[in-house]
């Protein structure tokens, strides 16, 4: 199924006119930095180079793929992200919370100083990230701090599994 091609002008008047179906959408180049957006249908969209810094979407389906985006100070709550893609973004101080995260992919995304209180049945997986607290992980895990954890405890000299 091809994406539908929106311009921001364009999102911002339906959503006002009362659509929160927004499924398959292609929207690039954007800013919508600051807006509140609730109850949105994102399922399949793309975003690419989109300024989502301080946006706060509440309720929203997720599960759509944010190509360097920007999340910086974003507050993302009671989303559905399961099996969401995140590639290059920055979520540097996002507030992401009471998130399904099922199957959400975080590749060489920058979670510093972000907040992250979420559920989900699979872990999330993770590709070349900085966490939280500044520190980078290289490589592919479903747990950014199990790395650490197995290090300590083989400068213990404990069994690692």
Same mark, same amino acid.
């Given at each position: 199924?091809?994406?539908?091609?929106?311009?921001?002008?364009e999102f &911002?008047?339906r959503?006002?006119a009362?659509?929160r179906?927004?499924?398959?959408i292609?929207?690039?180049?954007?800013d &919508?930095?600051g807006?509140?957006?609730?109850g /949105?249908?994102? $399922?399949g969209a793309?975003?690419?180079y989109? +300024? &989502?810094s301080? /946006? #706060?979407? @509440? =309720?929203?389906?997720? !599960?759509?793929?944010f190509i360097y985006c920007n999340?910086?100070?974003a507050?993302i709550e009671?989303?559905?992200l399961e099996?969401? *893609?995140?590639? $290059?973004?920055?979520? !540097?101080?996002?507030n /992401? @919370?009471?998130?399904?995260?099922?199957s959400? =992919?975080?590749? !060489?995304v920058n979670?510093?100083g972000?907040? @992250? +209180? +979420?559920?989900? #049945? $699979? %872990?999330?997986e993770? *590709? $070349?990230?900085? @966490?939280?607290? !500044?520190?980078?992980? %290289?490589g592919?895990t479903?747990n950014?701090? /199990?790395a650490?954890r197995?290090?300590?405890? #083989?400068? #213990?000299g404990d069994?690692?599994?």
């Amino acid at each position: 199924m091809e994406r539908e091609r929106v311009t921001v002008e364009e999102f &911002l008047r339906r959503y006002a006119a009362g659509e929160r179906d927004f499924q398959q959408i292609l929207l690039e180049y954007a800013d &919508l930095s600051g807006v509140e957006l609730q109850g /949105i249908n994102l $399922d399949g969209a793309q975003f690419s180079y989109v +300024n &989502l810094s301080s /946006i #706060k979407l @509440r =309720h929203c389906d997720l !599960r759509a793929e944010f190509i360097y985006c920007n999340f910086r100070d974003a507050l993302i709550e009671n989303c559905d992200l399961e099996w969401a *893609w995140f590639y $290059d973004c920055d979520l !540097r101080g996002a507030n /992401i @919370r009471l998130c399904d995260v099922t199957s959400t =992919h975080f590749i !060489r995304v920058n979670l510093q100083g972000a907040t @992250r +209180n +979420n559920s989900g #049945k $699979d %872990p999330c997986e993770f *590709w $070349d990230v900085v @966490r939280e607290d !500044r520190v980078f992980v %290289p490589g592919f895990t479903s747990n950014l701090y /199990i790395a650490e954890r197995i290090a300590e405890r #083989k400068t #213990k000299g404990d069994d690692v599994f």
